[in-house]
């Protein structure tokens, strides 16, 4: 998708360069305006978020906010042609940071077992920002430089749960015939989620009860991880144990992916540790 936006803000510029009026009135200049905003904003700015910082996206954002603002009135041409010109500037920018972004991880991934190249392409296409917490969790448990691995469960564990709100916004889950909130909740569980997932992945009961029981070791695990630090008194002895409590999580995070995301192939129980 990103690749088309380059070329439509080209457009948009020809198309107010040949206008000669002072003001732009055209309703069909202006809808031109509207209809490449609401594209950054449906199908290209995802792409960006992990390549900038909140405040750099922040301020593409408004960029193109004010584009859409002018379209809603009668505006000078050549305000038009300011903002589209420091927006083709931008997008350019992010096409540049987007390619050199997806040559690094191809490098990456090029270190990683088949299994998990596999997860990583396939969130990537899906959840790229999922991707690249799973990514960073898989070369954490790589380094032997780390003095903590809370961090690097906590990356599993955000990896899967963007996942889950993706394939299951609270508003289709909520729907759902049968579905009730849990006592003292306002949303859908993670659990419910998953149930949720699987159940339109056409998975049967016995199925779905032991993809919750991975995520119910999921959360398990992940608590013990944060509260091992307070509750282990030697380091060396922390960071050892702690790193196998992140790997047993990771297998239970990938066997738990390959089943959202109906993944076929290779099993992730045969991802390398």
Same mark, same amino acid.
């Given at each position: 998708?990103?690749? /088309?936006?380059?070329?439509?803000?080209?457009?948009?510029?020809?198309?107010?360069?040949? %206008?000669?009026?002072?003001?732009?009135? *055209?309703?069909?200049?202006?809808?031109?305006?509207?209809?490449?905003?609401?594209?950054?904003?449906?199908?290209?700015?995802?792409?960006?978020? %992990?390549?900038?910082?909140?405040?750099?996206?922040?301020?593409?954002?408004?960029?193109?906010?004010?584009?859409?603002?002018?379209?809603?009135?009668?505006?000078?041409?050549?305000?038009?042609?300011?903002?589209?010109?420091?927006?083709?500037?931008?997008?350019?920018?992010?096409?540049?940071?987007?390619? *050199?972004? $997806?040559?690094?991880?191809?490098? =990456?991934?090029?270190?990683?077992?088949?299994? /998990?190249?596999?997860?990583?392409? #396939?969130?990537?296409?899906?959840?790229?920002?999922? %991707?690249?917490?799973?990514?960073?969790?898989?070369?954490?448990?790589?380094?032997?430089?780390?003095?903590?691995?809370?961090? #690097?469960?906590?990356?599993?564990?955000?990896?899967?749960?963007?996942?889950?709100?993706?394939?299951?916004?609270?508003?289709?889950?909520?729907? &759902?015939?049968?579905?009730?909130?849990?006592?003292?909740?306002?949303?859908?569980?993670?659990?419910?989620?998953?149930?949720?997932?699987?159940?339109?992945?056409?998975?049967?009961? #016995?199925?779905?009860?032991?993809?919750?029981?991975?995520?119910?070791?999921?959360?398990?695990?992940?608590? /013990?991880? &944060?509260?091992?630090?307070?509750?282990?008194?030697?380091?060396?002895?922390?960071?050892?144990?702690?790193?196998?409590?992140?790997?047993?999580?990771?297998?239970?995070?990938?066997?738990?992916?390959?089943?959202?995301?109906?993944?076929?192939?290779? $099993?992730? =129980?045969?991802?390398?540790?």
């Amino acid at each position: 998708m990103t690749d /088309e936006l380059i070329p439509r803000l080209d457009k948009l510029l020809a198309d107010l360069k040949a %206008s000669k009026a002072i003001n732009v009135n *055209s309703p069909a200049l202006k809808q031109s305006v509207i209809d490449l905003a609401r594209f950054f904003f449906q199908d290209c700015r995802q792409s960006f978020v %992990s390549l900038v910082s909140p405040d750099e996206i922040g301020k593409i954002d408004n960029y193109w906010q004010a584009l859409v603002r002018l379209a809603h009135g009668r505006n000078l041409r050549q305000s038009y042609l300011k903002l589209a010109s420091v927006l083709k500037r931008e997008m350019t920018e992010m096409n540049i940071r987007g390619i *050199s972004a $997806s040559r690094r991880r191809e490098q =990456t991934v090029s270190k990683f077992s088949q299994s /998990e190249v596999l997860l990583i392409k #396939t969130l990537g296409a899906l959840v790229p920002s999922a %991707s690249q917490s799973y990514v960073q969790g898989i070369l954490d448990l790589a380094s032997v430089e780390r003095s903590s691995y809370r961090g #690097t469960a906590s990356e599993f564990r955000e990896a899967l749960r963007e996942t889950v709100d993706h394939l299951a916004p609270d508003d289709s889950v909520m729907q &759902a015939d049968g579905f009730a909130l849990e006592v003292g909740r306002t949303q859908p569980t993670m659990r419910q989620k998953v149930k949720f997932i699987l159940k339109s992945r056409g998975m049967n009961e #016995t199925q779905r009860t032991v993809a919750e029981k991975s995520l119910e070791l999921i959360e398990a695990l992940c608590g /013990e991880i &944060a509260r091992a630090i307070y509750n282990r008194a030697s380091l060396a002895t922390h960071l050892e144990t702690t790193r196998g409590e992140v790997l047993q999580l990771k297998r239970y995070v990938d066997t738990l992916l390959y089943d959202l995301l109906a993944i076929t192939g290779q $099993s992730p =129980t045969h991802i390398q540790q």
